[in-house]
């Protein structure tokens, strides 16, 4: 099933060797947060909280996601727009499913894509991706992710009421 699609924005973004896209429409913020604050029970995919507007927002990792070895500290970041930090790169997405941080490797760029597939039949079992789009300037395909995908699974997991365990250590009574 072949779509044309135009004027679509898609940010383009790393993690490991892949190269994935994610409409604009549903980018909030790309932030470089100055803590993570880890969460005590998370699934593994969930690295913890990032504060953003005033607000904590769950941070999944894209890495964990896609089931791609961690990044080692002489990897470096990737991605073609340098954004001059040594810190890691969240995404902020927004969607009808809420509002979630994704943690990638970098930032490629953000661009209209020409077209859309479907998934081939060998890559059918990857839950977060829903298709294939060429690159404008003819760079490839990327994978589209299913950002509501994402957010669902990040959002199975629910903060605790009265003690979020935002990694502060248990204090001796």
Sequence with gaps: ????????????????????????????????????????????????????????????????????????????????LDLGIDREIVVIVENASGRFGLKVDGIENIEPLQSFTGLPVALEGMRYISGLARREKGEGAVGILDMNRVAEDAGRFELPEEDPGLGKEAEDE
């Design 1 to 80: 099933m072949n779509e044309e699609v135009k004027n679509n924005l898609y940010l383009i973004l790393n993690a490991g060797s892949g190269e994935y896209a994610v409409s604009a429409d549903e980018v909030r913020s790309i932030v470089t947060p100055e803590k993570l604050f880890p969460v005590q029970g998370a699934p593994e995919q969930i690295l913890g909280l990032v504060e953003f507007q005033h607000d904590f927002v769950g941070v999944v990792s894209a890495r964990k996601l896609f089931g791609v070895a961690e990044q080692s500290a002489e990897e470096g970041k990737t991605g073609l």
